[in-house]
């Protein structure tokens, strides 16, 4: 099944649905030159657990919290130096 992917450049957002055993990482991309979004799977369970989280309705571990915005940080980081380098 090819479902769409749910999209966000939102960065604590994109560390809560890391940490989500639920919802695969499936990249990240250039929207802009100063713009990346990160892509996840599957679309429907991605929006519904953003939205709790934006609507601070979601729980996380905040040691997890802590780790997944580390590695968004990182995967921002490398996609910009990837750029630089094109």
Same mark, same amino acid.
């Given at each position: ?9 939102? %960065? ?7 940490s989500?055993?639920? @919802? +695969? *990482?499936?990249? /990240?991309?250039? =929207?802009?030159?100063?713009?990346? %979004?990160?892509l ?8 519904? @657990? +953003? *939205?709790?989280f /934006?609507?601070? =309705? ?18 921002? *980081? ?9």
């Amino acid at each position: 099944m090819n479902e769409k992917l749910f999209q966000t450049s939102d %960065l604590p957002t994109a560390a809560f649905l890391l940490s989500s055993p639920t @919802i +695969a *990482f499936k990249g /990240i991309v250039s =929207k802009n030159t100063k713009t990346k %979004l990160f892509l996840f799977e599957p679309e429907q369970n991605a929006r519904k @657990i +953003a *939205f709790e989280f /934006i609507n601070g =309705k979601a729980m996380v571990n905040a040691r997890l919290f802590s780790d997944s915005m580390r590695i968004a940080k990182d995967l921002v *980081f490398g996609a910009l130096r990837q750029d630089q380098e094109r």
